[in-house]
């Protein structure tokens, strides 16, 4: 086996997390319901910060750090306005 070194390490999380995202992105258009779309895109805006934080780490480009919290904090927002949405139409969508 080749020994990986500690960037490469975080390269291929990276990689198994883009894959997890495609998965995600398949129940986000295909959710029997709107509950489980909603998920499947605040899931996606993580899995997005966790890639951003971890190609910051493997290429050593410590700005993916910044877009990542940037990211973070945009998909925060939405969450709480499509819940303030979503408990003014009387949880339904």
Known sequence: ??????????????????????AMFYRAVAGPTTQDR?????VLGT???????????????PWFLDVALIYALLNFLMAIAISKFTVERGGVL
């Open 47 to 61: 899995n997005t910060v966790v890639i951003l934080a971890l190609l910051a780490a493997g290429l050593d480009q």
């Open 38 to 42: 909603l998920l499947a895109v605040n």
């Open 1 to 22: 086996m080749i020994p990986l070194d500690i960037n490469e390490l975080f390269l291929v999380g990276a990689a198994i997390f883009v894959v997890l995202a495609i």
